[in-house]
């Protein structure tokens, strides 16, 4: 019963376990499933999620809820704030990273003032400006670098490829708080705590630590060290806390991704269908094997930049998988909301395919 219920509560990681399973038996294990696993992601991802359970733990987040709530003082303005914080925070800390940091913001935000019913609409619109928000810049989304070193796109050219997407997001994001969460008054409890001042210090230097290593400033393996020794005298519980499956999850996806990418039908598939719509295409692709592998495997077969780039980028939107960084967020939300899987991924479905169909057929118009 308890290996039934550590599936249930982790779906998307047995579904990538299989995933992986499947196309290793026609891919079968070689040296060249090292290449597959991004190191530097992970390690990015187990780093973040520590310093932010620890943040958690001496009320860090919930202590920035309540500026949130005293200043924009409406649930309209609330989500909106939210949503913005993240949608910015993506473009330079990269969309993982924000969405690690700024959900569990979003948690406490509208838990404070007994607004859970704007639960899913706020994480699902956090999923999508981080995903969305990150493609303007070079360093905001994975692929975004890898096709930014590989093809050698100049920086104002990059910029300038994904401002109209970008604005459409914009718009689109801002539209939908509006719609769909009405200004209602929000209203604080009455519970007050002090923070420790030498441990948010601390911990402030080690989230500080874990950017450095997504800009490359650090090597992941400082804070592989540094974060968890620290961690290990001033929090064990934070250490404990992490959330281990969803780093499986992506050890799962990294392995079926990199697995697809090496099956010669589906890259003979792609290679005919790419000369028809490079950007219908990368779109599509992402739906199946992620944003990240899709540009991987797509740059193989194309030159046209340009709508590669904004494929895999405007592609983040649709299904679970179509970007690894949704996992966040899904984990995030059943982690509070148990038994509302289905619920939040009918909802999450309504939305991003929305926004995908809007940014896909504005950009096959004008590319």
Known sequence: MSILKFAKNNIVMVIAFFAAIVTSIIVPPDKGYLEYFDLKTLSCLFCVLAVVCALKNIFFFY?????VVEVFKNARLAVIALVYITFIGSMFI??????????????????????EKYM????????ISANLGGMLTPFGN???????????????????????????SVILIT???????KPEELKLDKLRVNLERRKTALYMLLFALSIAIVFRGVPYWIGLIVIPSVLYFTDKKALMAVDYPLLLTFVFFFIFSGNMGRIDVVRDFFSSILEKSTLLVSVISCQVISNVPSSILLSNFTENYRELLVGVNIGGAGTLIASLASLITFREYVSHNKGKAFYYIKMFSLFNFGFLAVLTGVMMLVM
């Open 63 to 67: 202590m920035m809820a309540r500026k």
């Open 142 to 168: 994975p692929q975004n670098l890898y096709l930014y070193t590989v093809f050698k796109i100049p920086t104002a050219e990059f910029i300038k490829i994904m401002a109209l997407p970008f604005a459409l």
């Open 120 to 127: 899913a609409f706020t994480f699902i619109m956090q999923n």
């Open 94 to 115: 990269a969309n993982d990273m924000a969405l690690l940091t700024f959900l569990p913001l979003g948690y406490i935000v509208l838990t404070s003032c007994g607004k």
């Open 175 to 181: 539209l939908c708080c509006i719609i769909f969460v």
